[in-house]
C-alpha cells in the first residue's frame, strides 16, 4: 500500500488546493510515468464534479451549518496539522510555516468532529475566503485525519455534497511495464461524504438511469459499505426529501442523465 499511496499522491501532486478536478487527475493519471506498482486494482477517493445539475431551493438552508466538537491541535501530528492549516489558509501545503503560523491557521479554521458512522470519522474546517475543508479518517488512526479536501463553493446550491466515496480503477500498464493511468469503468466501495441541509439522501445513478443504494444524510453526512452495486456507476446524486434530484454529478467522462 504504500507505494500505491505514494503513486496516488504523485498523481494529484499538482492539483490546485481549491477545489478537487476530476479532469485534471486524468490528465495527469495518463501521462507516461514509470512507477513500481505491482498491483492491477487501484483505489482513489471520488472528489470530482465534471456534470452537475444545480440544486433548487436549498440557498438559504447551507449556510450556520457542520456544528460539531473542536479537536485540539495536540491530536494531530505535525505534517497533518501543517497540511490542515495550509489548504484552511488557501496555501499549498509545500509552502514552509513556523510551527506558530501552523497553529495559528489550524485555530483560525475551527476544525471540529461532525459525525461518528461504523469505525469512521468526519470533520469539517473552514476555508479562510468561504467553502470548507473536509476529512473522514478511521476511528483507530492515530494521526487523526485521512485524506483533506477543500472547496471554496461548498456548501452551496451549486455544491451540495463533497464526495469523498471510495471507488475501485483498473491501473493500465504498456507492454514494458509503464503505467498509463487509470481506466474506467467505476465502481464504488464505500459511499460517503458530506452534504448541505437540503439534501436528505444521497445515491449512486447507474448508467440505465436508475437509483442504487439510496442513503440518508444525517448530521450533514452520508455513510454507506453494504448493498453498494458491483456494476460501473455513472454518477453520485443528491434528493431532497420529497425524493427530487436536486443534484447530479458525473463520474464518467462520457456524462451522464441529468
Keep these: 500500500m504504500k507505494e500505491l499511496d505514494s503513486t496516488l499522491d504523485a498523481l494529484v501532486a499538482g492539483a490546485p488546493v481549491g477545489a478537487a478536478d476530476w479532469n485534471d487527475v486524468v490528465r495527469r493519471a495518463r501521462r507516461p510515468r514509470r512507477v513500481a506498482l505491482t498491483v492491477a486494482l487501484a483505489t482513489a477517493f471520488l472528489t470530482s464534479v465534471l456534470l452537475a445539475t444545480p440544486a433548487l431551493g436549498i440557498k438559504e438552508r447551507v449556510r450556520n451549518l457542520f456544528q460539531g466538537e473542536p479537536v485540539r491541535a495536540e491530536r494531530l501530528s505535525p505534517r497533518t496539522l501543517h497540511n490542515l492549516s495550509a489548504m484552511a489558509s488557501g496555501v499549498s501545503p509545500r509552502s514552509p510555516a513556523s510551527q506558530a503560523q501552523d497553529r495559528a491557521r489550524f485555530e483560525a479554521s475551527s476544525f471540529r468532529q461532525i459525525a461518528s458512522r ?38 452551496s446550491a451549486e455544491r451540495p455534497i463533497f464526495d469523498e466515496s471510495r471507488i475501485h480503477l483498473r491501473a493500465v500498464y504498456d507492454r514494458k ?32 438511469g436508475g437509483i442504487e443504494a439510496l442513503t440518508p444524510v444525517e448530521d450533514n453526512v ?34 451522464c442523465e441529468k
Design 222 to 255: 452520508y455513510y454507506r459499505i453494504d448493498d453498494l452495486p458491483t456494476e460501473p456507476i455513472a454518477g453520485i446524486v443528491a434528493l431532497d426529501a420529497e425524493g427530487h434530484r436536486i443534484y447530479t454529478q458525473c463520474t464518467a467522462r462520457k456524462g
Design 118 to 155: 461504523g469505525d469512521r470519522m468526519f470533520f469539517v474546517a473552514d476555508r479562510s475566503g468561504g467553502g470548507l475543508c473536509t476529512s473522514i479518517a478511521d476511528v483507530d488512526d492515530p494521526d487523526v485525519l485521512g485524506s483533506i479536501g477543500c472547496s471554496p463553493d461548498f456548501p
Design 177 to 208: 511495464g509503464r503505467f498509463h493511468g487509470l481506466e474506467e469503468p467505476l465502481t464504488v466501495l464505500r459511499l460517503e461524504g458530506f452534504a448541505a441541509d437540503g439534501v436528505a439522501s444521497v445515491a449512486l445513478l447507474m448508467p440505465d
